[in-house]
């Protein structure tokens, strides 16, 4: 009986001993699991959002969009405003655009624009639309007409365009209206493939429809020249019923301005100003009249700062123009 009692006792603490180095290897095994699954997650949410961003440029707002759509950024600079504000436009945000091109009266050793000289905007805009449309439509579902100091956040903007089609003759801004009472965009314009192909086949041959000299009234002289080949003036507000296109830079906007209050604004708004739209859009699209220390802030809080339990996705290599060829500058 001693023997057999003391066998069963030294069965039960090798069985005892055996559980308990096989407990030891099945939670190393969870936790091994448990960091792998973290690290595999981790490392696909990255190729994933690397593989959008190839294509696509940075945008979060689209993460589930199979064609999201492409944006040209035409930007409208002169040789005053070269370094004073064009290249921290070339720096920041316009990184985000799909292609770019710089248009200008003069050269540049960096922003390579296309240079036209002794002309308005508006005689700039009609040669530089149609070089755009001739070159690079097949490679663009918008095309994102801007000045220098204009900061603009893609990502937001591809927010609004997604319900619409590039095939549809449509354009978005701050709607205004000018003393004839027609439409007009402030501050930026961006319109559809379909609007660029109309303007420029059917507005820019055709002095009725559009207007083929100079003038510098170029928002205006745009907005008349789409109206007149059919393209609509799309409603760029939020939900809420405010701007996302806005005429004036953040710190005016959340500091001093009471847009209610500016007469050339509450007169010329196409919309109603009241206690809601007049506040700041939580999906801002473009700010206007920004300067250069506003636009590096405004891109560090946007895309550099980092804040716990939000994902930031990495910058990519962005194609622009060097007078027709294109080139790639890549970010950090």
């Given at each position: 009986?001693?023997?057999?009692?003391?066998?069963?006792?030294s069965?039960?603490?090798?069985?005892?001993?055996?559980?308990?180095i096989?407990?030891?290897?099945?939670?190393?095994?969870?936790v091994?699991?448990?960091?792998?699954?973290?690290?595999i997650q981790a490392?696909?949410?990255?190729?994933?959002?690397?593989?959008?961003?190839?294509?696509?440029?940075?945008s979060p707002?689209?993460?589930?969009?199979v064609s999201?759509?492409?944006?040209?950024?035409?930007?409208f600079?002169?040789?005053?405003?070269h370094?004073y504000?064009?290249?921290?436009?070339?720096?920041?945000?316009?990184?985000?655009?799909?292609r770019?091109?710089f248009?200008?009266?003069?050269?540049?050793p960096?922003?390579?624009?296309?240079?036209?000289?002794n002309r308005?905007?508006?005689?700039?805009?009609?040669?530089?639309?149609?070089?755009?449309y001739?070159y690079?439509?097949?490679?663009?579902?918008?095309?994102?007409?801007?000045n220098?100091?204009n900061?603009?956040?893609?990502?937001?903007?591809r927010?609004?365009?997604?319900?619409?089609?590039?095939?549809e003759?449509?354009?978005?801004g701050?709607?205004?209206?000018?003393?004839?009472?027609?439409t007009?965009?402030?501050?930026?314009?961006?319109?559809?493939?379909?609007?660029?192909?109309?303007?420029?086949?059917?507005?820019f041959?055709?002095?009725s429809?559009?207007?083929?000299d100079?003038?510098p009234?170029?928002?205006?002289?745009?907005?008349?020249?789409?109206?007149n080949v059919?393209?609509v003036?799309?409603?760029?507000?939020?939900?809420?019923?405010?701007?996302?296109?806005?005429?004036?830079?953040?710190?005016q906007?959340?500091?001093d301005?009471?847009?209610?209050?500016?007469?050339?604004y509450?007169t010329?708004?196409?919309?109603?100003?009241?206690?809601?739209?007049?506040?700041?859009?939580?999906?801002?699209?473009?700010?206007?009249?920004?300067?250069p220390?506003?636009m590096?802030?405004?891109y560090y809080y946007?895309y550099?700062?980092?804040i716990?339990?939000?994902?930031?996705l990495?910058?990519?290599?962005?194609?622009?123009?060097?007078?027709?060829?294109?080139?790639?500058?890549h970010?950090?």
């Amino acid at each position: 009986m001693t023997k057999n009692r003391q066998k069963c006792e030294s069965i039960f603490r090798l069985c005892f001993r055996d559980f308990f180095i096989s407990l030891k290897i099945l939670l190393k095994l969870l936790v091994t699991f448990w960091f792998c699954l973290s690290v595999i997650q981790a490392d696909y949410t990255r190729l994933f959002n690397l593989k959008r961003s190839t294509a696509d440029k940075d945008s979060p707002s689209n993460a589930t969009n199979v064609s999201r759509p492409r944006i040209f950024c035409l930007i409208f600079t002169s040789v005053e405003r070269h370094d004073y504000i064009a290249i921290y436009g070339q720096s920041t945000w316009i990184r985000n655009c799909d292609r770019y091109l710089f248009v200008s009266n003069s050269i540049h050793p960096v922003l390579e624009p296309l240079v036209i000289k002794n002309r308005y905007r508006w005689g700039a805009m009609l040669i530089s639309l149609g070089y755009v449309y001739r070159y690079y439509a097949d490679e663009m579902d918008w095309l994102l007409k801007v000045n220098d100091d204009n900061f603009v956040i893609l990502e937001n903007l591809r927010k609004l365009l997604q319900p619409y089609s590039s095939d549809e003759p449509i354009s978005f801004g701050c709607k205004m209206k000018n003393n004839e009472n027609q439409t007009y965009m402030h501050g930026g314009n961006v319109f559809s493939r379909e609007a660029l192909r109309r303007l420029v086949t059917n507005g820019f041959t055709n002095s009725s429809l559009c207007y083929l000299d100079d003038s510098p009234y170029d928002d205006e002289e745009l907005s008349r020249c789409l109206r007149n080949v059919g393209v609509v003036a799309g409603d760029s507000r939020d939900a809420m019923g405010r701007q996302r296109f806005l005429p004036f830079n953040p710190e005016q906007y959340l500091v001093d301005l009471e847009p209610d209050m500016q007469e050339w604004y509450s007169t010329r708004s196409y919309y109603e100003i009241n206690a809601i739209t007049r506040e700041l859009s939580r999906e801002v699209i473009s700010f206007y009249n920004v300067n250069p220390p506003t636009m590096l802030c405004l891109y560090y809080y946007i895309y550099k700062m980092r804040i716990f339990g939000r994902k930031v996705l990495p910058q990519n290599g962005t194609t622009h123009f060097i007078n027709g060829t294109p080139s790639v500058t890549h970010s950090n």
